[in-house]
């Protein structure tokens, strides 16, 4: 390898696009397009980097097994980045073995933590950690450590483990001064904010203040009945009823833990749960059924008993009864939560992790965008979605996966 090709690759390493793009800009042999490739993807511009890429795999010969299987991960990463959460990963363990067998472990182990990395937006928290647990900390080189961490601690904050999430964020920190790579050190900061910003609001005794992760954390180990509005549980302990697809009853169980320890009348319950400003006797024929349903449904948990002028929630072993709500909520809140984190979005990918339909998905973003809250770029399936950053919102805690100790 020559010596301009060895600079370039050491200015990408230091984080330094433009320095390697001084070096390589105006060849085209194959080692120069891969590194010109990983610059244009280090200054943002994924679509050019995707093609200088695939120009380079093609560019390597058949013996060069090594080198395509490096593209192939370069490429992985950017499809990370841009949020294409399809691209095939079939190709990224062919290449990793690759890699194995040839002996790169370094780049074999990042191909590894790219695949925890996706595991961990998807929300499949489980996954994840297998993955990452092929890993040897110790053995990795300072930006994959830092890489590493942070995500061991994005599946801490996942799960409200926060003092294991603000442990691994130092080993980050630390790691990514040791690799001196700006980006890193900024994705460090990023998650440390999160950490420490207000992550829900809890409702008791009529009400409300912020609670940050931790305080979230301790609220879910007491003994308080807690119902959860950013997971739409109702939880107490260890044990949890998931209302996550009966929107109807949790509403209801919701409206009557905001009341708590006072009952909720039958109008009041009608009007919002049902969201109709009339209420007549079948509404109050369905909000019976709804009522006994919930009752069934809560059985393990608390009662729900019938009163003069509507409806009270009893709590079983619980001494206190608490709403968790998120800081910030409206309608399609789940997407804008994914969407805070500043990177752009393909329709498909928000749909994967929301676990929706991309339909749905794109309705939802279709009138995000009319209320001008997220905005979009380019056509077709090279449509990215992009929103501001929402003061408030901690996207960890809101992206759908298993509760807190699953």
């Known amino acids: 390898m020559d010596a301009l090709i060895t600079a370039a690759g050491r200015a990408l390493s230091a984080g330094d696009p433009l320095g390697a793009l001084n070096r390589v800009a105006l060849r085209d042999d194959a080692p120069a397009l891969a590194l010109r490739g ?62 194995e067998a040839h002996g790169d472990l370094t780049n074999a182990a990042h191909a590894r933590s790219l695949v925890a990395r996706r595991l961990l937006l998807l929300g499949r928290l489980g ?21 590493h961490a942070l995500t061991v ?19 980050a920190e630390r790691s990514a001064r040791l690799a001196g790579v700006p980006a890193l050190l900024a994705e460090v900061e990023s998650a440390c904010l999160a950490l420490n910003a207000p992550a829900a609001r809890l409702v008791s005794h009529g009400q409300e203040h912020l609670l940050q992760l931790h305080e979230v954390e301790a609220l879910l180990q007491s003994k308080a009945l807690v119902i959860d509005a950013c997971r739409h549980a109702v939880r107490d302990g260890d044990a949890v009823v998931s209302l996550a697809t009966r929107p109807v009853l949790f509403a209801l169980a919701r409206l009557l833990g905001e009341a708590w320890p006072a009952d909720v009348s039958r109008d009041a319950l009608i009007a919002r749960a049902f969201r109709t400003r009339f209420a007549d006797d079948s509404h109050r024929i369905r909000l019976r059924v709804e009522l006994g349903r919930l009752r069934a449904a809560l059985a393990p948990l608390a009662g729900v008993r019938a009163t003069p002028r509507g409806y009270l929630l009893e709590p079983g072993a619980a001494s206190e009864v608490a709403v968790l709500a998120r800081p910030i909520e409206g309608k399609h ?24 339909s991309q ?48």
């Open 38 to 99: 990983i610059a244009m993807a280090q200054l943002g511009d994924f679509t050019r980097a995707r093609l200088l890429l695939q120009r380079a795999s093609r560019a390597f010969g058949a013996r060069e097994e090594t080198a395509r299987a490096r593209c192939i991960v370069a490429e992985a990463e950017i499809a990370l980045a841009s949020r294409d959460l399809g691209w095939p990963t079939k190709r990224l363990d062919s290449a990793r073995a690759t890699l």
């Open 127 to 147: 996954q994840a950690e297998h993955a990452l647990a092929q890993l040897e900390p110790s053995a990795l080189p300072p930006a994959l450590g830092a890489v």
């Open 153 to 171: 601690a994005g599946i801490a904050l996942r799960r409200l483990h926060t003092e294991t999430a603000r442990a691994a964020l130092e080993r």
């Open 333 to 356: 809140g789940e997407v804008l939560a994914l969407l805070s984190d500043g990177e752009p979005w393909s329709s498909s990918a928000l749909a994967m992790a929301l676990g929706a």
């Open 359 to 406: 339909r749905n998905t794109q309705r939802a973003l279709e009138a995000l965008a009319d209320a001008g809250k997220v905005q979009s770029f380019g056509r077709g399936r090279a449509r990215r979605w992009i929103a501001p950053s929402v003061p408030g919102f901690t996207t960890t805690l809101l992206l759908p996966g298993p509760l807190p100790g699953a």
